[in-house]
């Protein structure tokens, strides 16, 4: 008898822990699945790295070069599984928007080494993010065009939007597989093309 309850006991954990691995392994194949089906839709492709890793995929939308992928980020004491979705966005302009209260908030000792990245705040006033730019002469009244603002309103549970090197990355906390369909993501990818078609109308001027 005493060995019987250890054995149990461990035994449990056995059983929790694979069907633990079991339920993941099958929704990265899920996700896979739905990879593959949108990156058809995009005349791309859709891989991984091994067979138990989280798919990434690649294509074009509208003459746009796009992917989505999964990245994992350091979130104080806990380790984050995001979900990117990446845009070709043909302008100069180079900022990064952080949310407010989210989680991704960066750590106190990260906050020199993000200043000297993305550059310093950016002042927006009532703007739903924080700004960080190296080139801030035009952003404010860029920022607040009202497309722009009403397109950014379907980001708003998102941590990060990078605009930087002829790219837009948005950013955010994975939360299952019902949020990569090939319906989501094409509505995702559709979202990012809105966002960045007003500042690319716009003439940018002092932006280096």
Known sequence: ???????????????????????????????????????????????????????????????????????????????VLNLVAELEFRSPLRFVLLQKDGFRKPKPEQLQKLEEEVGPVVEVEGFPFDVRSPDSASLPSLLNKAEFRQALSDFSSYNQILFWDGRVMASRQFDGVPEVTPERLSHLVEALSRLVRPLEAEAVVGVS
Not at 17 to 27: K, Q
Not at 32 to 61: C, I
């Open 1 to 79: 008898m005493i060995n019987f309850i250890p054995l149990t006991f461990f035994g449990l954990i056995a059983v929790v822990a694979i069907a633990f691995f079991m339920h993941g392994f099958l929704n990265r194949q899920k996700i896979f699945a739905f990879f593959k089906e949108f990156a058809q839709k995009l005349n791309g492709e859709s891989s991984r790295d091994h067979v138990a890793a989280y798919p990434w995929l690649k294509g074009t939308w509208n003459g746009r070069s796009v992917k989505v992928f999964f990245h994992t980020s350091e979130n104080h004491t806990v380790s």
